[in-house]
């Protein structure tokens, strides 16, 4: 078992360029959930995926931000367009009922 | 909606000292309760989690939790902490059986010196 597998690792980008963010949860899991950790609101929820749908997207702080979640192996989170407040780093997380969540090695976004 | 509350922002102890780390948790039925750690520059790792049972949870490393129901709590202990227990410690809740996301305190800082 890979685990959860998210890429890329590190992300600099410049304000206002598109920025994609992947995510392959673990094989059999059937909920996903994009978080976002910076210092000064620690974790945050964006967005979960229940068997590929989207359930709440509240946490999504703009339309900027867009989530996908094509088939049960793949998501992604898209900023368009990008800004210096964006940067924190991004952890996708799957989880398959109570037997535990398990969460990726996160992207590093840093917006100059 | 559920929240957690980690009211230690902070603790630096020296090594062999004994750690206790409060969470309390606001909802007012069943829920699951998680306490993950992450070391520097990593993703966050379970520690322990309580579903049912024995309110007297233990994890990895050493680790063990207290499921307190009367006092919405669920404080992590480990008797004697090593330098290498230098992480950040976030307590987490969700509520159902199902896949609902996990809400997470701000977390606790634990500087562990020799």
């Known amino acids: 078992d890979a685990g959860v597998i998210q890429s890329p690792r590190h992300e600099v980008t410049e304000m206002g360029q598109e920025v994609t963010l992947r995510c392959k949860p673990i094989?059999?899991?059937?909920?996903l959930f994009w978080y976002r950790q910076t210092m000064m609101r620690g974790l945050e929820l964006l967005i979960y995926?229940?068997?590929?749908?989207?359930?709440?997207d509240s946490g999504m702080p703009e339309d900027r931000f867009s989530a996908k979640m094509p088939n049960a192996s793949f998501s992604t989170l898209k900023i368009q367009p990008s800004e210096p407040r964006d940067s924190a780093v991004y952890f996708c997380?799957?989880?398959?009922?109570?037997?535990?969540?398990?969460f990726g090695s996160g992207t590093r976004l840093t917006v100059v | 909606a559920q929240s957690v509350s980690q009211h230690n922002h902070h603790v630096i102890l020296s090594e062999a000292a004994s750690l206790e780390l409060g969470c309390n948790y606001s909802?007012?039925?069943?829920?699951?309760l998680f306490w993950y750690v992450q070391y520097p520059g990593q993703h966050l790792q379970l520690l322990l989690k309580?579903?049912?049972?024995?309110?007297l949870v233990k994890g990895i490393k050493g680790f063990e939790a207290e499921f307190i129901k009367s006092k919405f709590s669920f404080n992590l202990r480990k008797p004697s902490v090593q330098w290498s227990d230098t992480a950040e410690y976030f307590c987490?809740?969700?509520?159902?059986?199902?896949?609902?996301?996990?809400?997470f305190g701000k977390g606790t800082r634990l500087s562990v010196i020799a």
């Open positions: 987490a809740v969700n509520v159902d059986s199902g896949n609902t996301p996990l809400v």
């Open positions: 094989s059999g899991h059937n909920s």
């Open positions: 909802y007012g039925g069943t829920v699951n």
């Open positions: 995926f229940n068997n590929n749908v989207p359930i709440d």
């Open positions: 309580y579903f049912s049972g024995d309110p």
């Open positions: 997380a799957s989880s398959s009922g109570i037997r535990g969540y398990t």
